[in-house]
């Protein structure tokens, strides 16, 4: 323990929530039984306040993935215009030629 941020993650470890807690360092973090209310203790105050309502205020910046379609569409298009690519240079060398 120590520090003076709180960094909440999710199960893949990906960062949810990054709170700063003031000057002093955390001693000790306790959850609730639904993981959802915490009490932060720093040196001498007691921060309490409850994980979906701070998600709520600061929701995490989810990256979409991309799905198996659009790979297989990204996929075909790279293939389709490197064909067209050279397709365009064996003609422009038949006719330099």
């Known amino acids: 323990m120590g520090g003076e941020r709180l ?3 999710d199960k893949s ?3 949810l929530l990054n709170l ?14 639904d993981a959802n209310s915490v009490v932060i203790g ?6 309490f306040f409850s994980l979906e309502e701070m998600l ?5 910046k ?22 067209l690519i050279g397709t365009l240079f064996l003609i422009l060398k038949r006719k330099i030629s």
């Open 7 to 9: 960094h909440v993650l």
């Open 62 to 83: 989810i990256e979409a993935k991309p799905t198996a379609f659009e790979k297989f569409f990204a996929s075909v298009s790279l293939i389709i215009t490197l064909s």
């Open 20 to 33: 700063s807690v003031g000057e002093a360092p955390i001693h000790v973090i306790s959850l609730s039984a």
């Open 42 to 47: 720093t040196g001498g105050d007691l921060i």
């Open 56 to 60: 709520r205020q600061h929701p995490p």
């Open 13 to 15: 470890g990906g960062l």
